[in-house]
């Protein structure tokens, strides 16, 4: 394993879901310029055959509303499924819905970051903090 692998997966793994692939290809390059991890999915269906096949996600940031699947029935899969119990859920989502946050947590998300209210890099810093504090 060379130095620059093994401080990506000191940082840790996060898995991104999102159907907006600017926006998934965007944040998949931030967090990967701050030494983490990245697996990208299109979808919920794509994002739980990852973590099925054994990806290890430290942190898991996904969109609220998505076609076929939303974050909602993905965070339902995650729990039935047992999925990635020690992960951080982040919902990240344009969604400034007191409801829909609600719900998302009372459904296993630890925290709903607002796309409009924050720019990629404070996600990323949001993120970051996160992860370390529960280390």
């Known amino acids: 394993m060379s130095d620059e692998t093994r401080e990506k997966a000191q940082k840790g793994n996060i898995l991104i879901v999102d159907d907006d692939k600017f926006l998934l290809n965007m944040y998949a390059m931030k967090f990967s310029q701050q030494g983490f991890t990245i697996h990208s999915c299109l979808s919920v269906h794509e994002a739980l055959e990852a973590l099925r096949k054994g990806f290890?996600?430290?942190?898991?940031?996904?969109?609220?509303?998505?076609?076929e699947f939303d974050g909602f029935s993905f965070l339902q899969s995650?729990?039935?499924?047992?999925?990635?119990p020690h992960a951080i859920k982040v919902a990240l989502t344009n969604q400034n819905d007191e409801g829909n946050q609600n719900h998302a947590k009372e459904l296993g998300a630890d925290m709903c970051l607002v796309k409009a209210m924050m720019i990629p890099s404070e996600v990323v810093n949001t993120i970051s903090t996160a992860l370390a504090s529960r280390a």
């Open 78 to 84: 995650l729990s039935k499924e047992g999925l990635a």
């Open 56 to 67: 290890a996600a430290d942190v898991i940031v996904f969109d609220l509303i998505m076609p």
